[in-house]
């Protein structure tokens, strides 16, 4: 009896020093939910106040004090959106070292002022968009475009020269249109290009 004791003992504790932690995906959405329900109200004031000194041509506001110390550690995108059109986008997918308040104020920025693909917003323009932030999780790459859910997850196309993001419910449908995405990210023809994929929580107007 004490040796059968002594080995169920035994494989308790193994089961226990290689119970897996959490991933970084799981750690990202919990981070992510939080985030978006603690914080959506500066959140979304502050992107519009910068979008909107952006466009016209003033200086930004500084980011709330909520906003202003808190690390982010993940990566997030501004997208401007009018209907099912999206009227400029900016952001990064990788880590970076700023406060989230700073992340914000350079993606809403940008999103105005700096989607090469896109016609800088005027303010008239601006007015009709609702401002999308996207909180983005740790990139992963892929082959192929089965299996990503557009609802939830989104996607981004890069060549040498440049590269585009495609946020969830950017593009209509169930599924993603590979064609649709290169064409969208206006590569040069035939150039070559990779494919990342990513789970995002979004914080919308």
Excluded at 55 to 73: D, F, I, K
């Amino acid at each position: 009896m004490t040796s059968r004791i002594a080995w169920l003992l035994g494989i308790s504790a193994l089961l226990a020093s290689t119970e897996v932690s959490a991933g970084p995906r799981e750690t990202f959405l919990e981070e992510a939910r939080t985030q978006a329900e603690a914080r959506r109200p500066d959140i979304v004031r502050h992107v519009r106040a910068v979008a909107t000194a952006s466009a016209r041509g003033e200086e930004a506001p500084s980011p709330p004090a909520t906003l202003a110390g808190l690390r982010w550690r993940w990566g997030l995108f501004v997208t401007a959106m009018e209907g099912r059109s999206n009227r400029g986008c900016f952001g990064h997918s990788d880590p970076a070292p700023e406060a989230l308040g700073e992340q914000l104020s350079e993606a809403a920025d940008g999103a105005v002022t700096r989607d090469v693909r896109r016609q800088p917003l005027s303010e008239r323009r601006l007015a009709k968009v609702r401002l999308v932030v996207t909180l983005v999780g740790p990139t992963r790459p892929i082959d192929t475009l089965e299996g990503v859910d557009p609802r939830r997850e989104g996607v981004i196309v890069e060549g040498a020269e440049r590269s585009a993001a495609f946020v969830p419910g950017e593009l209509p449908g169930v599924r993603y249109d590979l064609a649709v995405l290169v064409k969208r990210a206006k590569l040069p023809k035939g150039a070559a290009y990779t494919l990342r994929a990513f789970e995002a929580v979004t914080i919308t107007e």
